[in-house]
């Protein structure tokens, strides 16, 4: 501690001493424009790198959220932030949380699931846009933000469109006719229940529903 201090110290004097002959020899005006160009020029330095470790964090967060990166990829890239910047590891963590729950929400033929990973979305955009849009451009944002409110449009239509087909899905594997006229008649109650439920877009359910039962009006 102490050779550090020591050292500290000799730096402290030799960069003062320096000051003080550059003043005895041009006086304070010109050194005061000498300083000004130093921190100017220093500003600059620190304002380039901050922008290329911008652009950086913005390409990494648009190839992890449109999926362009692999999986083994993705697990040492989180390895390695988590080490390096912390920040930045957790903004890439909840895109890939965010992307996922994206696909999943829109795809799942399970309620419980779909309506699950719809929340798990909503709260990780929510705390995207509070804690992260510092690292990121705002084009980058929009574009997340545009995923995120075309996620909005589309879940609920979505949502019984695939209840349904996993209904039919199970009517195909069953043997009995029992069985598959149990899974149709819940295909068939489900498009009902979200053409009744004013939330989605009744024309798409109406043609999946008219393919179930032909006897439906269009």
């Known amino acids: 501690m102490k050779k550090k201090n020591d050292g500290f110290l000799l730096l402290s004097v030799i ?3 320096g ?6 020899r041009i006086g304070l005006i010109p050194l005061a424009g000498v300083a000004v160009v130093i921190v100017g020029f220093s500003i600059f330095i620190h304002m380039t790198r901050r922008r290329k470790q911008q652009d950086a964090c913005d390409q990494l967060a648009l190839l992890v959220f449109r999926n362009q990166v692999p999986w083994e990829e993705e697990k040492k890239l989180n390895t390695k932030l988590a080490k390096k910047n912390f920040r930045v590891a957790a903004l890439i963590r909840d895109l890939q949380i965010l992307r996922d729950s994206i696909e999943i929400a829109l795809t799942s033929k399970k309620r419980e699931t779909a309506e699950g990973r719809f929340k798990d979305a909503r709260l990780v955009f929510a705390r995207i846009r509070k804690e992260h849009t ?3 451009k705002s084009e980058t944002f929009t574009e997340i933000s545009s995923a995120v409110a075309r996620l909005d ?3 609920p239509t979505k949502l019984y469109l695939n209840l349904a087909q996993g209904h039919l899905d199970r009517a195909e594997k069953v043997k009995t006719e029992k069985s598959k006229g149990k899974y149709i008649k819940l295909a068939r109650e489900t498009l009902t229940e979200g053409i009744n439920s004013g939330k989605c877009r009744v024309s798409e359910l109406k043609a999946a529903l008219k393919k179930v039962d032909p006897r439906s009006s269009s």
Do not use: S
């Open 19 to 24: 000051i003080a002959l550059v003043f005895e």
């Open 134 to 136: 510092r690292l990121i």
């Open 15 to 17: 960069v003062l001493g």
């Open 153 to 155: 449009e589309e879940f």
